[in-house]
Nanobody, 124 residues
């Protein structure tokens, strides 16, 4: 059963931090690819970070050094730690998974499963 449930979004001031969580089912967690995307109003969904089986991670240039993707195998959960948040980080954040992860990590069209999203709002 595929299950992706995000939590942890909210409103913060610029410079603040949030940690997003994506709780999954064991089946979903065994996917080769897990990632985070975001979509701001009027913009396309963009890849933020990804992690593959084996631990390889990838980040968008705009978040490198500020965001960290990680996973907890015991909890079947993927996290996105977001530090030094900026107003331009404001968006709906989505957890993503794909059993095979054969596409580019940032390609939304290659993602098989999506969570419902959690809103992140950063004020200046």
């Amino acid at each position: 059963q595929v299950q992706l449930v995000e939590s942890g979004g909210g409103s913060v001031q610029a410079g603040g931090s949030l940690r997003l969580s994506c709780a999954t089912s064991p089946y979903t967690y065994s996917s080769n690819y897990m990632g985070w995307f975001r979509q701001a109003p009027g913009k396309e969904r963009e890849g933020v970070a990804a992690i593959y089986t084996g631990g390889s991670t990838y980040y968008a240039d705009s978040v490198k050094g500020r965001f960290t993707i990680s996973q907890d195998n015991a909890k079947n959960t993927v996290y996105l730690q977001m530090n030094s948040l900026k107003p331009e980080d404001t968006a709906m954040y989505y957890c993503a998974a794909d059993r095979y992860g054969g596409g580019s990590w940032y390609d939304a069209a290659a993602v098989g499963y999506w969570g419902q999203g959690t809103q992140v709002t950063v004020s200046s």
